[in-house]
Structures are given as structure tokens and as C-alpha cells.
């Protein structure tokens, strides 16, 4: 069985760092596309970005180029999301989504609920 | 990037039947057979119901099913019943950065 593990919420003060996880289990993990997928509260679905664990490539929406970074680690066969600097805009749920490299998700984690505030 | 269009809802009684319109351009819908239909409770993650414009995933009830013409693709639910009323979002193939974009979402109600 496919499954996708998100690490916990999280609360942290704007202009502190965080980097969340997700571990998959139950496919051979280089094979997709793993894609961070952003969720505002009230609001619709936005890919941050994908990362192809096969080889670590990587491609970001323009919308959050610069603002994070996404990778994985084979060993673990587990990708990450990581905010250098938060802000209270980036308050929202994340959600980790296995997709085959033509935008169909047939996994999704849990979500990680991030709240950002002073 | 922008998102694929969709109505922000849509209602319908039980045992009517609805149908969800998305809106994309020739460089997403209308240029591609991706794409694929969610379904997102309240404080859920979202679930695949359609996948390549029309196929059902295993498990998923057929009273849901996907079409496209040119530029717009199209999910009805037939027979609505009570636990259809949740969040839907329309997803397309678009060779961007992301490989995707979703649409906006529309809530459907089961009056």
C-alpha cells in the first residue's frame, strides 16, 4: 500500500526556519514525481513545486521560486519542504502528493499544518 | 500561473445530478488528456475520483465520471447523495515548472 507520512504541526514566529517531512513507503520511491502542494485556510490548492527523486530534479511555480526549497533523501525515501525566513502569509496546510509527471496524484500525506505568528 | 477555471459552487438535491465545469486554455486542458478530478472533505486530504479525463479508480463510486471538450472538462455526479457535499478541484497537465496547475475549486452542496 502507497502511503505518504507527513511530519506534525508546527508553529514558529516569522523570520524563523522550519522544514517539514514526508516519508513514503509501498513503492519504489525514485520511480515519481513527489510534489508540495500549498492550501491557505478557506482556500483552493497550489503547487509549490515537484522534485523527481530519481535524479533531484527539481521545478518550482513561479509563485515560489526564491521562497522555498524542496528535496529528498533516497536513503530514507523521504522529501522535504524548508522556509529559510517564514512569514505569517505562509500560514497554511502542506500537503506532500506523489504525482506521475502528468499532474494526476494518486497519493496525497496527512497535511502539515504550519501557523505562523508572533 | 494561473488557475483552471471552475464555478465556485454548485448545488443540487439528492438523487439530482450536477455537473462541474473547468476552464483551461490549449496549452493545458484542451492540449492534453491529463486531467483529473478531486474530491476534499473538510479537514481532509483531497482524494482522486477521476483520473485521465473519464477512468475511475479503483473504489470510486460510479456515479462520478469526467469528459472534456476542447478547452473545458467536465465532472458529473449523478444520484447525489449527502457525503458528496465537499470541495472539488479539477487538475490539468500544463508543461510548466510543476508539471500542473489545479483549478479553483467549486463546493458543492447537497440541498
Known amino acids: 500500500e502507497v502511503q505518504l507520512v507527513q511530519s506534525g504541526a508546527e508553529v514558529r514566529k516569522p523570520g524563523e526556519s522550519l522544514k517539514i517531512s514526508c516519508k513514503a513507503s509501498g513503492y519504489t520511491f525514485t520511480a515519481y514525481w513527489i510534489g508540495w502542494v500549498r492550501q491557505m485556510p478557506g482556500k483552493g490548492l497550489e503547487w509549490m513545486g515537484i522534485i523527481y527523486p530519481g535524479d533531484s530534479a527539481t521545478g518550482y511555480s513561479p509563485s515560489f521560486q526564491g521562497q522555498v526549497s524542496i528535496s529528498v533523501d533516497r536513503s530514507t525515501s523521504t522529501a522535504y519542504l524548508q522556509w529559510n525566513s517564514l512569514k505569517a502569509s505562509d500560514t497554511a496546510m502542506y500537503y506532500c502528493a506523489r504525482q506521475d509527471g502528468y499532474a494526476e496524484v494518486d497519493s496525497w500525506g496527512q497535511g502539515t499544518l504550519v501557523t505562523v505568528s508572533s | 500561473q494561473s488557475a483552471l477555471t471552475q464555478p465556485a459552487s454548485v448545488s443540487g438535491s439528492p438523487g439530482q445530478s450536477i455537473t462541474i465545469s473547468c476552464t483551461g486554455t490549449?496549452?493545458?486542458?484542451?492540449?492534453?488528456?491529463?486531467i483529473s478530478w478531486y474530491q476534499q472533505h473538510p479537514g481532509k486530504a483531497p482524494k482522486l475520483i477521476i483520473s485521465e479525463v473519464s477512468n475511475r479508480p479503483s473504489g470510486v463510486s460510479n456515479r462520478f465520471s469526467g469528459s472534456k471538450s476542447g478547452n473545458t472538462a467536465s465532472l458529473t455526479i449523478s444520484g447525489l447523495q449527502p457525503e458528496d457535499e465537499a470541495n472539488y478541484y479539477c487538475s490539468s497537465y500544463r508543461a510548466s515548472s510543476t508539471r500542473g496547475v489545479f483549478g479553483g475549486g467549486t463546493k458543492l452542496t447537497v440541498l
Open positions: 490549449s496549452s493545458d486542458v484542451g492540449g492534453y488528456n491529463y
